[in-house]
């Protein structure tokens, strides 16, 4: 689709660069052949010698004339195929060029929905299977049933969650910043926490104290929330997890650390991308998730103006920094 987009777009700066190109050729043309007329002028006086009559000096004037005319279209003539070879391939450069984006933004949509698809797909297949096989029972308990609609519930949350985050990504909607209580914001999304935390025994400590910043109340704590969930689903069973914030000038960072499995530096790099999620053969885990949390946060972060940082070691924990502006 890009090369037939490419090719075209080539075609269509050659139509301009030679259209210039012959338009120039032939003003360059009329204005010289005028000016050969006046500028050969009378004879020089050796030439005059030799002529006869006015009807001579009049025969090698035009011959002399028609001479420069022919070297002139000749001239004229190796400049636009030169126009047309260099500008040509100038042409493609440049159209190649500025489709680049372009192909760039469309590749990564098409990335973004087969990957989503896929993602959708993984629930909606586990909720038909289960239900089918429900159907197929002729004697199906209440206790059975249950069983069957508690687990179809639980595949609904998760496509919930999944359609929400998806859908944050994919509007590019503005965020109109305010003042908000930092440590309000926190006290909500540690709310949002607290059963999956208790479900691992993880006890969630909170020093951050009362703090104004510029921000978007509901996407700080959607960011804090992915962060803490992150840190709970990483995190051995029975350890602790904290909640801090610095003030360092006009800036206030909160930090989220844990003494989970930690991030290799080389994933470091790659898990802010969307869908992307660290190999679990190498950590040993299998924990639930599409892989969007943190490219969402970082979305939601850099929308407040701030930055969203992660110092981790493998095997030690990690530390998911948010910086933002003070109000
Ligand atoms: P998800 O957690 O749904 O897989 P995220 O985008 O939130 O998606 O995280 C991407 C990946 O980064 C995770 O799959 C996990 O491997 C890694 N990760 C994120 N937070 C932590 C953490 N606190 N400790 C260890 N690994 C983490």
Redesign the pocket.
């Known amino acids: 689709m890009f090369s037939s987009a490419t090719l075209r777009l080539t075609g269509w700066y050659m139509v301009l660069l030679m259209s210039l190109s012959i338009l120039f050729s032939i003003v360059l043309f009329t204005v010289a052949r005028n000016e050969f007329g006046r500028a050969l002028g009378p004879m020089r006086p050796g030439e005059i010698r030799f002529m006869l009559t006015d009807k001579d000096a009049q025969t090698v004037r035009q011959q002399r004339i028609d001479d420069s005319t022919a070297r002139l279209v000749v001239s004229l003539v190796i400049f636009n195929l030169a126009v047309l070879v260099g500008g040509g391939a100038l042409s493609y450069a440049l159209a190649k060029r500025t489709l680049r984006p372009l192909e760039v933004s469309h590749e990564a949509q098409v990335r973004f929905t087969s990957d989503a698809a896929h993602e959708l797909r993984t629930p909606l297949t586990v909720m038909q299977t289960e239900v089918e096989v429900a159907l197929r029972q002729t004697k199906t308990t209440l206790p059975q049933a249950k069983k069957v609609l508690a687990s179809t519930l639980e595949e609904v949350a998760r496509l919930r969650t999944l359609t929400d985050h998806l859908l944050q990504l994919a509007t590019e909607q503005e965020l109109s910043l305010t003042t908000v209580r930092l440590d309000e914001a926190v006290i909500e999304a540690v709310t949002r926490v607290v059963t999956l935390a208790q479900s691992k025994h993880i006890a969630v400590e909170n020093t951050v104290g009362v703090a104004r910043i510029l921000a978007h109340h509901d996407s700080l704590v959607t960011v804090i929330g ?1 962060l803490l969930d ?2 709970i ?2 995190s051995p069973d029975n350890s602790t997890i904290t909640l801090r914030t610095t003030l360092v000038g006009g800036e206030v960072a909160i930090s989220v650390t ?1 003494t ?4 290799s530096s080389e994933d470091q790099t790659k ?1 802010f991308e969307r869908f ?3 190999d679990s053969s190498r ?1 040993k885990q299998t924990v639930e ?7 969402l946060a970082q979305r939601l972060v850099l929308a407040m103006n701030g930055r969203l940082e992660v110092r ?1 070691e493998l095997g030690s924990g ?1 530390v ?1 920094t948010v910086t933002l502006t003070r109000a």
Request: glycine residues 20%.
């Open positions: 992915i992150n840190a689903k990483y844990d989970g499995i930690g991030i898990i992307y999620r660290v950590t998730g599409y892989g969007l949390g943190l490219s981790s990690s998911f």
